[in-house]
């Protein structure tokens, strides 16, 4: 899964194109602020939809690089911080959807929480199915219940650190660099899980930003 990106951020004209370098650290932040902010009062303003199926393909389209160079520095639980995480987890589900499936299965079995009825996914969990549920996720966030849509990817990414978590446990003996690997994942997860339920929390109390 991508985790940092060391770019020049760049200020939007039009969704991510028409980019132009910034360097100075604030005004990277007011950019990463303020295309968030503009891109999700857009998605939300528009009746049709039309804006957020774009927006929930950008990353399958032209790849999470764009999208980087804008929220990758933003703070974990900022408005650009939480979209960027959750460009983070429909890229990492799309680029292995057979391993994310595994992994999601796994921990469903293992998970002993309410977890996996939250995130919404069927069961048993086949990677076509995690790829429609990050991208109903997507769809809450530009079109629904923003903290509902964060609290299902939250408990998504439980639900995985769970199953990466057993799964490396399993490993570990024959596969040691494997089992590394996947509790690095695990812990990545867990991260994410818990800055999109702080982040959640924040937009219901108006102050996400």
Known sequence: MPSHFHRPVRRPGHAFDKLVAADDPVEQTRVAHATASA???????????AVAERLIGFAAEHGVDEIAELWADAAATSL??????LYLLQVAIRSDPAMTALLYERGRVELRTVDAAVAGAPAPTDPGE???LVDTILRGVFRGDFAVALERAAAYCRVQASGATHTADDQESTAP???????RRALRLSTYADELTVSARAWRRGSLT
């Open 39 to 49: 891109l999700l009062e857009r998605a939300r303003q528009d009746e049709t939809g």
């Open 80 to 85: 650009p911080g939480t979209l960027w995480r």
């Open 130 to 132: 995690l790829v429609a």
């Open 177 to 183: 660099e494997r089992a590394t690997e996947l509790t």
